[in-house]
């Protein structure tokens, strides 16, 4: 039976806590360590994804005013808020250890494995594809992975006492996602492990409970272990690159480039308002979200249907809205599928698009 690693980096800032991201990869992909199963927490950060540009998705003035570090991870996907109320799990594997590159089936087992250590907490904790965790239809964590040759890294994290609110307030999204409705509709949709179990989570039960349920997917035993000499030096040099303005700014593209657009109509089935935020190098919709007066049930279908349309080129909304109405069940009494494509193309059909149509 192989024998893997177990750490905990403990609280650390976005800075330290990345740089030991890229030196845990670095040594797994030179085979200077076994295979890592990693522990951490953050101190309050906004963390950008690898390719992405903070102008355009971070609210600034608000990060600066109540001390949120503006950090770039190494690895890609959306912008996330990470702080003291969230537990962060990672694997850092071979890829013989899961035998396929394929991210979607890799993201089924290993989320499938969290789920049965989250719920033996006394949840019922369940995989949802892509790549989150959720009980009962509520989100309670949310994962990703990224293979550097050989190595893989998949990052997960779990909600113990998060403020949704403060979530939505970092990110750049529209004024009306920050109304008392809309702020009560998101904690909706997300789980805490608190308000869950009704008390304060043993957070070295939740360890053991992830430490063990990886160790039973992977038919392996983890031994408890330190940062290496080898990593340390690693994460010191990446450090050095990561903690700097130039690495926070890798990436700038103005607000212009990636409006927020918005449109309006009333329909038999009620007033449906859409907010779309459209990359316009690449005429994508990276966001939309969908507000208004209508009866949708159940009610997450919103949310499903937000997350679908996410990172969409706009020559595949409608059959992309299309298959999602036809894959499931949603009972909306007069709202059509087709007045979501209709109020998102109407979003699109601003002036700012007036020439591209």
Known sequence: MDNWRVIDTGLRSAARNIALNRALLEARQAEEIPSTLRFLRFTPAALLGYHQSAEQELNLDYCRAHKIEIQRRITGGGAIYFDETQIGWELYLHKRDVGTTDMQAISRRICHAAATAISALGVDARYRPRNDIEVEGRKISGTGGAFDGNALLFQGTLLIDFDVEKMLRVLRIPAEKLSDKAIASARERVANLKELL????????????????????????????????????????????????????????????????EAMQRFPGGLL??????????????????????????????????????????DRLAQKIEWFFASRPVDMLALSPDDFLTVVRLALKQPLLANNP
């Open 273 to 314: 308002h859409a907010s779309v935020i459209f990359d316009t190098a690449t005429r994508t919709i990276r966001q939309v979200w969908f507000t208004g007066d209508f009866f949708v049930n159940p009610r997450r279908a919103v949310a499903d249907l937000e997350a679908a349309l996410r990172d969409l080129p706009i």
């Open 198 to 261: 009704g008390r304060q989570p043993d957070v070295a039960l939740i360890k053991r409970y992830l430490t063990e349920a990886f160790e039973s997917e992977f038919g392996v035993e983890f031994s408890e272990g330190d940062i290496t000499l080898s990593e340390n030096a690693r994460c010191q040099v990446a450090l050095s690159e990561i903690d700097t303005p130039d690495w926070v700014d890798l990436v700038r593209r103005p607000v212009s480039d990636m409006p927020i657009l």
